[in-house]
T-cell receptor
Framework: DAKTTQPTSMDCAEGRAANLPCNHS???????VYWYRQIHSQGPQYIIH???NNETNEMASLIITEDRKSSTLILPHATLRDTAVYYC??????????FGTGTRLTIIP | DAGVIQSPRHEVTEMGQEVTLRCKPI?????LFWYRQTMMRGLELLIY????????DSGMPEDRFSAKMPNASFSTLKIQPSEPRDSAVYFC?????????????FGPGTRLTVL
């Protein structure tokens, strides 16, 4: 499995875009990049995933660099409910997810 | 859809007692996962099933832990005997296999405290 590096913590002002980086320089060609988040006292929640192209859904956008060695999760208009730990997880096919320590994102009013 | 259902939500027990955690996956999902989360070790995969068959139990801490999936709609994680170091939040997750991608849906967790 590819190793990931994420900032331990980040702050973002409410209403602004939150940009969460992830380095996964050892990612293999078949590994997708998954993003999950865990709000306090809840189970992890799937956000988005991608392989090569940028992706967007109702929750977030995912920007993957051309060399696939890093990606950025973008929450376009952060709200207080987006305060959570965000996990970036490279994963291939139906293999198991391996959660790291993630980034603790705090949205500031 | 009710999502993944776990019971109980909270369990307090004494060392040496047997503990059984229960999970009902999302209908139609054919993979089920049990995770444990502690402050020290983060979120760890204990075991997962595909089509009710255990595929990887390498994360199960020791013989005191056992998991079963008798049918597609129910799974249990049992700890016997329980110890204080088993205190953690235990999550169950399910997904649909196939298609080359993995999106897991997690339950709300069971907070276990072993005194």
């Amino acid at each position: 499995d590819a190793k990931t590096t994420q900032p331990t913590s980040m702050d973002c002002a409410e209403g602004r875009a939150a940009n969460l980086p992830c380095n996964h320089s050892t990612i293999s060609g078949n590994e997708y990049v998954y993003w999950y988040r865990q709000i306090h006292s809840q189970g992890p929640q799937y956000i988005i995933h991608g392989l090569k192209n940028n992706e967007t859904n109702e929750m977030a956008s995912l920007i993957i660099t051309e060399d696939r060695k890093s990606s950025t999760l973008i929450l376009p208009h952060a709200t207080l409910r987006d305060t959570a730990v965000y996990y970036c997880i490279p994963q291939e096919g139906n293999e198991k997810l391996t959660f790291g320590t993630g980034t603790r994102l705090t949205i500031i009013p | 859809d009710a999502g993944v259902i776990q019971s109980p939500r909270h369990e307090v027990t004494e060392m040496g007692q047997e503990v059984t955690l229960r999970c009902k996956p999302i209908s139609g999902h054919n993979s089920l996962f049990w995770y444990r989360q502690t402050m020290m070790r983060g979120l760890e995969l204990l075991i997962y099933f595909n089509n009710n068959v255990p595929i990887d139990d390498s994360g199960m801490p020791e013989d005191r832990f056992s998991a079963k999936m008798p049918n597609a709609s129910f799974s249990t994680l049992k700890i016997q005997p329980s110890e204080p170091r088993d205190s953690a939040v235990y999550f169950c997750a399910s997904r649909t296999s196939g298609g080359g991608t993995d999106t897991q849906y997690f339950g709300p967790g069971t907070r276990l405290t072993v005194l």
